[in-house]
């Protein structure tokens, strides 16, 4: 009788201390993100205003999310996790998700309710993609032109297909280095129906095809891999068109005002968001989650859409959006007329055997 | 009085020579315009004719026959691409008619003993043109940065105000990004706490190695030595990997000691080959002419080996030091985002954002590193001057 108390005594004790420990907080945080103008927003429209609530936090941030994955591997194999949070695409985070090094999640504990009630898992609805993504903003890839080298007497581009209409609209065209997205406008220009787009895109003969249609441009493009080229390649006159992610777009057209144009049609959304790594010690993790319940609820998400034009992740957020900057987002009905999301299961399963063949194409 | 005899040359080799000139840098100009073998021919052509007609016509008046050539470039150069293609222009014609009249007068005799062969002759000054171009192509790189550096834009764009001189088309912006952006403070700041640590502990260890390893009764002198020197041979990548797991199992990644320490690694070797080929030359029997005289060893050390072989030290520490400050790979391993360093954050920024604030930065980089190899060449001068050796 007096060993079960003791053992329950004892038990209390060892859940009060657990309990006191996780409120304990570390006092600072490392941020992985991007760089650049989308870093900050994030800084701006949440990281500033934590700081200025919780002044005894300091963050530091490391903008490797490009090479997120092949880093968090080598963390989690030295047994040294130095990240706290990660921002990395959705793409990303089922990978990451899938191999145990990103940390599964409970929506409805860990993010806040929207403004008007809703729950965090409704509000957040289909873009969380799996058990460990924590989703900010919809962006999309698109294509911006320059206005003043549109050929006289044509309309300039507005059409998907005009990328690949090199009589109407020569020079060159910036694409980016990978067969996403590539070969879904090729095989939708080539005169496939978007429904059948992935169906095709499944068979080598339609592989085939979207890389012949990619051919009749080859020699007329630049291969484009980080996000800045395009934007730069565009300001210097040295391609007419290029894809590139709508936020780097609007930067260069409402902030530097350089000649560009922007072209909705057939834009590919995308997801992105935080990751919180798989073995994070208690102090450490508390500070994380208390954050992040911060950074992702209504208002702060509709905050970052002040200082870039991407969406809004939470449905609840949309209507607090800047009036000014609606235009500017990929998900505004006059924008988004002809889309295409990210299809995630298809890539996953096909994605190694197609860059293989892209790649080949490349060289040849 | 010279021997040589200066005997002025027919229109059409000066021509010739002209045109060849003028087919070289017709295919920069033709490559820029699409058509690389139109800019040779083009290029020829017409400074060929140029030159011929300079030397037909204005042989005796050279002064006049260069502002000629200088008028006409400059004219044209305005006329196809505004002030800056007159500026251009100007200095081109301003080389082509010294090379002209250069040519033509037969002075290019005057550098050669007067039995040298035609072979000999184009040898001489082909070999130096060979070597300008080289220079040239060296330089370029790091001059074409400098004025993009002042661009008001945010891109790595020679804007049309730029190509006319407008001071709208400059801006200082980038220098002040680069001097009140706490990113880059940060990282300058990381820089200067990690490169003279490294430099400190690599000149250490260098030069004890090179003065132990120098001494014949060191056993497995060429291994252990080849050893030392590996993180220089071995692909940098393959070292940071390396040090990466090695660090974070025993807690040195991510810490300001871990990057000192991987950065020491990669200056050891500079400073081990310099101060051995300094030793070389070093006289033992200096040293034992030391103990005789009652100094023990640390004395010797200090008062007479070592500024014997000072030379050798700080080339090896300056070395270690540009090397520390230069180093991209292994920091990106071995450091975390608390030791970003100048080069990190310069590659992160090449990447993720292409902004002139790094060109801004390379241009303030290459100053002091001019400032410091001209300091360092100074000092050399005035200690040889005290030794009472003329400068060689």
Same mark, same amino acid.
């Given at each position: 009788?007096?060993?079960?108390?003791?053992?329950?005594?004892?038990?209390?004790?060892?859940?009060?201390?657990?309990?006191?420990?996780?409120?304990?907080?570390?006092?600072?945080?490392?941020?992985?993100?991007?760089?650049?103008?989308?870093?900050?927003?994030?800084?701006?429209?949440?990281?500033?205003? &934590?700081?200025?609530?919780?002044?005894?936090?300091?963050?530091?941030?490391?903008?490797?999310?490009?090479?997120?994955?092949?880093?968090?591997?080598?963390?989690?194999?030295?047994?040294?996790?130095?990240?706290?949070?990660?921002?990395?695409? +959705?793409?990303?985070?089922?990978?990451?998700?899938?191999?145990?090094?990103?940390?599964?999640?409970?929506?409805?504990?860990?993010?806040?309710?929207?403004?008007?009630?809703?729950?965090?898992?409704?509000?957040?609805?289909?873009?969380?993609?799996?058990?460990?993504?924590?989703?900010?903003?919809?962006?999309?890839?698109?294509?911006?032109?320059?206005?003043?080298?549109?050929?006289?007497?044509?309309?300039?581009?507005?059409?998907?297909?005009?990328?690949?209409?090199?009589?109407? &609209?020569?020079?060159?065209?910036?694409?980016?280095?990978?067969?996403?997205?590539?070969?879904?406008?090729?095989?939708?220009?080539?005169?496939?129906?978007?429904?059948?787009?992935?169906?095709?895109?499944?068979?080598?003969?339609?592989?085939?095809?979207?890389?012949?249609?990619?051919?009749? $441009?080859?020699?007329?493009?630049?291969?484009?891999?980080?996000?800045?080229?395009?934007?730069?390649?565009?300001?210097?006159?040295?391609?007419?068109?290029?894809?590139?992610?709508?936020?780097?777009?609007?930067?260069?057209?409402?902030?530097?005002?350089?000649?560009?144009?922007?072209?909705?049609?057939?834009?590919?959304?995308?997801?992105?968001?935080?990751?919180?790594?798989?073995?994070?010690?208690?102090?450490?993790?508390?500070?994380?989650?208390?954050?992040?319940?911060?950074?992702?609820?209504?208002?702060?998400?509709?905050?970052?859409?002040?200082?870039?034009?991407?969406?809004?992740?939470?449905?609840?957020?949309?209507?607090?959006?800047?009036?000014?900057?609606?235009?500017?987002?990929?998900?505004?009905?006059?924008?988004?007329?002809?889309?295409?999301?990210?299809? =995630?299961?298809?890539?996953?399963?096909?994605?190694?055997?197609?860059?293989?063949?892209?790649?080949?194409?490349?060289?040849? | 009085?010279?021997?040589?005899?200066?005997?002025?040359?027919?229109?059409?080799?000066?021509?010739?020579?002209?045109?060849?000139?003028?087919?070289?840098?017709?295919?920069?100009?033709?490559?820029?315009?699409?058509?690389?073998?139109?800019?040779? $021919?083009?290029?020829?052509?017409?400074?060929?004719?140029?030159?011929?007609?300079?030397?037909?016509?204005?042989?005796?008046?050279?002064?006049?026959?260069?502002?000629?050539?200088?008028?006409?470039?400059?004219?044209?150069?305005?006329?196809?691409?505004?002030?800056?293609?007159?500026?251009?222009?100007?200095?081109?014609?301003?080389?082509?008619?010294?090379?002209?009249?250069?040519?033509?007068?037969?002075? =290019?005799?005057?550098?050669?003993?007067?039995?040298?062969?035609?072979?000999?002759?184009?040898?001489?000054?082909?070999?130096?043109?060979?070597?300008?171009?080289?220079?040239?192509?060296?330089?370029?790189?790091?001059?074409?940065?400098?004025?993009?550096?002042?661009?008001?834009?945010?891109?790595?764009?020679?804007?049309?105000?730029?190509?006319?001189?407008?001071?709208?088309?400059?801006?200082?912006?980038? &220098?002040?990004?680069?001097?009140?952006?706490?990113?880059?403070?940060?990282?300058?700041?990381?820089?200067?706490?990690?490169?003279?640590?490294?430099?400190?502990?690599?000149?250490?260890?260098?030069?004890?190695?090179?003065?132990?390893?120098?001494?014949?009764?060191?056993?497995?002198?060429?291994?252990?030595?080849?050893?030392?020197?590996?993180?220089?041979?071995?692909?940098?990548?393959?070292?940071?990997?390396?040090?990466?797991?090695? &660090?974070?199992?025993?807690?040195?990644?991510?810490?300001?000691?871990?990057?000192?320490?991987?950065?020491?690694?990669?200056?050891?070797?500079?400073?081990?080959?310099?101060?051995?080929a300094t030793?070389v030359g070093f006289d033992?029997?200096l040293?034992?002419?030391?103990?005789?005289?009652?100094?023990?060893?640390?004395?010797?050390?200090?008062?007479v080996?070592m500024p014997l072989i000072l030379p050798g030290v700080i080339s090896?520490?300056?070395?270690?030091?540009?090397?520390?400050?230069?180093?991209?790979?292994?920091?990106?391993?071995?450091?975390?985002?608390?030791?970003?360093?100048?080069?990190?954050?310069?590659?992160?920024?090449?990447?993720?954002?292409?902004?002139?604030?790094?060109? +801004?930065?390379?241009?303030?980089?290459?100053?002091?590193?001019?400032?410091?190899?001209a300091t360092l060449e100074l000092l050399r001068r005035r200690s040889e001057r005290l030794r009472g050796m003329s400068p060689s």
């Amino acid at each position: 009788m007096k060993l079960t108390k003791t053992l329950l005594a004892g038990t209390a004790l060892a859940l009060v201390a657990g309990g006191a420990s996780a409120q304990e907080m570390a006092d600072e945080m490392t941020i992985v993100s991007w760089g650049g103008a989308y870093q900050n927003s994030q800084l701006k429209a949440y990281v500033e205003p &934590y700081m200025e609530m919780h002044p005894e936090v300091s963050v530091t941030w490391d903008e490797s999310s490009a090479e997120a994955v092949a880093k968090l591997r080598a963390m989690n194999e030295a047994g040294n996790i130095t990240w706290d949070l990660v921002d990395v695409v +959705a793409a990303d985070s089922i990978r990451l998700c899938d191999e145990g090094l990103a940390m599964e999640y409970d929506p409805e504990d860990l993010l806040a309710e929207g403004d008007d009630g809703t729950s965090a898992e409704d509000d957040f609805g289909d873009l969380l993609v799996d058990d460990c993504f924590i989703p900010q903003i919809v962006y999309s890839t698109t294509f911006g032109y320059r206005t003043d080298l549109v050929p006289e007497g044509a309309d300039a581009p507005s059409e998907i297909c005009d990328i690949f209409d090199l009589e109407t &609209y020569p020079g060159k065209r910036a694409l980016e280095k990978r067969p996403i997205n590539n070969m879904e406008w090729a095989l939708l220009c080539d005169g496939v129906d978007k429904e059948e787009v992935y169906d095709v895109l499944a068979t080598p003969e339609g592989q085939e095809q979207a890389l012949a249609k990619l051919g009749t $441009i080859k020699d007329d493009v630049i291969w484009w891999s980080a996000g800045a080229d395009t934007p730069q390649l565009l300001a210097d006159g040295e391609v007419f068109m290029g894809s590139t992610y709508n936020g780097r777009l609007y930067s260069v057209i409402e902030e530097q005002d350089q000649p560009v144009g922007m072209m909705w049609d057939a834009q590919v959304f995308d997801l992105d968001g935080w990751i919180i790594p798989e073995g994070l010690d208690e102090a450490h993790l508390a500070r994380v989650k208390h954050f992040v319940k911060f950074a992702t609820d209504t208002q702060r998400l509709a905050d970052q859409a002040q200082y870039i034009s991407y969406g809004p992740a939470r449905v609840s957020s949309a209507p607090l959006v800047p009036e000014e900057m609606k235009q500017h987002m990929p998900t505004d009905p006059a924008n988004s007329g002809n889309t295409f999301l990210y299809n =995630y299961e298809f890539w996953a399963d096909y994605r190694d055997d197609i860059d293989a063949k892209f790649q080949a194409w490349l060289a040849q | 009085m010279s021997l040589v005899i200066v005997q002025p040359k027919p229109a059409s080799f000066a021509a010739g020579v002209v045109a060849a000139f003028g087919a070289f840098f017709g295919l920069f100009f033709g490559t820029s315009q699409g058509s690389g073998i139109l800019g040779i $021919i083009a290029g020829a052509v017409v400074c060929g004719a140029l030159a011929w007609a300079a030397v037909t016509f204005l042989r005796e008046k050279e002064t006049v026959g260069r502002w000629l050539f200088i008028l006409i470039f400059a004219i044209s150069g305005l006329v196809t691409s505004g002030l800056s293609g007159m500026v251009f222009g100007g200095l081109l014609g301003w080389l082509f008619g010294v090379i002209t009249f250069f040519v033509a007068s037969g002075r =290019y005799r005057t550098a050669m003993p007067p039995y040298s062969t035609p072979g000999q002759v184009l040898w001489y000054y082909a070999f130096r043109t060979i070597a300008g171009a080289i220079l040239v192509f060296l330089i370029t790189p790091i001059l074409v940065v400098m004025p993009l550096s002042f661009n008001a834009e945010d891109f790595f764009t020679f804007t049309p105000e730029m190509l006319k001189f407008d001071p709208a088309g400059y801006s200082l912006k980038h &220098y002040r990004d680069f001097f009140t952006n706490s990113d880059w403070q940060q990282a300058l700041w990381n820089s200067l706490r990690i490169a003279p640590m490294a430099t400190i502990l690599s000149v250490g260890f260098g030069t004890l190695a090179a003065i132990g390893l120098s001494q014949p009764h060191v056993p497995f002198r060429r291994a252990i030595m080849a050893i030392l020197i590996s993180p220089m041979i071995v692909p940098l990548i393959i070292s940071a990997a390396g040090m990466y797991f090695f &660090y974070s199992r025993i807690g040195l990644q991510g810490t300001y000691l871990g990057v000192v320490l991987a950065h020491a690694a990669l200056g050891i070797p500079f400073v081990i080959i310099t101060v051995t080929a300094t030793l070389v030359g070093f006289d033992n029997s200096l040293t034992r002419a030391a103990a005789n005289m009652g100094a023990n060893p640390i004395t010797t050390f200090f008062r007479v080996q070592m500024p014997l072989i000072l030379p050798g030290v700080i080339s090896g520490g300056l070395f270690a030091f540009i090397t520390s400050f230069d180093e991209v790979v292994v920091v990106l391993f071995v450091g975390s985002a608390g030791q970003k360093t100048l080069p990190w954050q310069m590659f992160i920024g090449l990447r993720e954002q292409i902004s002139p604030t790094i060109l +801004a930065v390379a241009t303030i980089l290459v100053c002091i590193s001019i400032a410091l190899l001209a300091t360092l060449e100074l000092l050399r001068r005035r200690s040889e001057r005290l030794r009472g050796m003329s400068p060689s």
